[in-house]
C-alpha cells in the first residue's frame, strides 16, 4: 500500500455529476454552462443551446388558475 493517493483514487473523491441538463432536465450528459458576455449559458454539449435556457427570455408559462 502506498502512502500516495493513486487517480483511481482521487476520481472517486469528486462528486458525480448529473447526466440531466438543469435547464431541462433532458439526458444530456455533456451539458456545460458558457459565460459569455456576462450571460451564463447552459448549453447540451458545447453547441447545442438549452431550449429552457432563461438567458434567451424562456419563461415557464403560468398555471391556469381554478375557477
Do not use: E, K, Q
Not at 448529473?18 to 439526458?27: E, Q, T, V
Amino acid at each position: 500500500m502506498s502512502v500516495l493517493a493513486s487517480c483511481a483514487d482521487l476520481l472517486d473523491a469528486l462528486p458525480a455529476r448529473s447526466s440531466r441538463c438543469p435547464g431541462c432536465g433532458a439526458n444530456a450528459p455533456a451539458w456545460v454552462r458558457v459565460d459569455i458576455d456576462g450571460l451564463s449559458i447552459v448549453t447540451h454539449d458545447g453547441d447545442l443551446i438549452c431550449p429552457r435556457d432563461r438567458s434567451f427570455g424562456y419563461t415557464p408559462a403560468p398555471l391556469a388558475v381554478a375557477a
